[in-house]
């Protein structure tokens, strides 16, 4: 999105910093952050996000003027009435019109992301995973990404978050993307954002090792059988040699 955008930067709204328990210091942080933008050649072309996290952890967000809470258990514990974060947007909205008239529609300079795929467990062949897209290091918070799997769209089962705040006022954002290890099959993560010349395509490839064939498994059984068989009949010897030494003792005396 090409154009001037309200300046999402986090609002700190509460810091606790707990009393000291046997010399440890413990501090947590609870930050809302909320933005409106949209580009300067495309009016119609606008995006907003309210959302609260703690320590870097979301909570909740709003989207379609529901409150989506990133753990159903959350619930329990607080709530939030979606439509005060509804009207804090549309003042965003006014606050932008505003400082872009101010500003002689400029616009802040884009960074582009940085890009990392990795899966969320050990790759074991048949066994259900997750892939995970990082998306970190980006700003403006406006991307489009999509998956490939062996080079064809994958769009089952596929969850994103929202974009996440950072200290350098840099946005993140993960896609999940399940797939079950199959040898041969490769996957891509490609992200388009305005601080990237041409979209980055970011390749993944799971490393299976090559399942024992039905031969190769018999011969570790027969080995296994026959050192077993070797070990008894070894034990077997040393206690029938024991016994003799111990008659020719007993002869002896």
Same mark, same amino acid.
């Given at each position: ?10 609002? *700190? ?11 440890? @210091?413990?501090? !947590? /942080? ?7 933008? @949209?580009?300067? !050649?495309? =009016?119609?072309? @606008? ?6 996290? #703690? ?5 909740? !967000? ?23 974060? *509804? ?11 505003? /400082? ?9 300079? /884009?960074?582009? %992301?940085?890009?990392?795929?990795? %899966?969320?467990? %050990? ?32 769009? &089952? ?21 399940? #797939?079950?290890?199959? =040898? ?5 993560? &490609? ?8 979209? &980055?395509?970011? !390749? ?42 111990? &008659? ?6």
């Amino acid at each position: 999105m090409d154009g001037a955008r309200s300046l999402p930067w986090p609002l *700190l709204l509460l810091a606790l910093s707990l009393p000291p328990i046997w010399g440890v @210091q413990v501090e !947590h /942080s609870i930050i809302q952050t909320e933005y409106f933008q @949209q580009s300067l !050649h495309s =009016p119609a072309s @606008q995006s907003e996000q309210f959302m609260f996290d #703690f320590d870097g952890d979301e909570i909740f !967000h709003v989207e379609k003027e529901e409150t989506i809470w990133r753990l159903p258990e959350f619930q329990r514990f607080a709530s939030f009435e979606a439509q005060g974060a *509804l009207q804090n947007l549309a003042i965003d909205k006014q606050n932008l019109q505003s /400082s872009m008239r101010a500003y002689n529609y400029s616009r802040i300079p /884009s960074a582009g %992301p940085e890009v990392a795929v990795f %899966p969320k467990q %050990p790759v074991l062949q048949d066994e259900p995973n997750v892939l995970i897209c990082s998306v970190t290091k980006m700003w403006p918070p406006v991307l489009g990404l999509r998956w490939l799997r062996n080079g064809i769209p994958e769009e &089952r089962g596929v969850l994103e978050t929202p974009f996440y705040p950072d200290r350098d006022n840099s946005f993140r954002k993960f896609s999940y993307l399940p #797939f079950i290890p199959q =040898p041969g099959d490769y996957y891509d993560c &490609r992200v388009e954002h305005e601080g990237l010349e041409q979209p &980055r395509t970011t !390749h993944w490839e799971p490393q299976i090792a090559a399942p024992a064939s039905e031969a190769t498994e018999t011969l570790i059984c027969a080995l296994g059988l026959a050192a077993g068989i070797a070990g008894v009949a070894a034990g077997t010897a040393l206690i029938v040699r024991g016994m003799k030494i111990g &008659r020719a003792q007993r002869g002896t005396l």
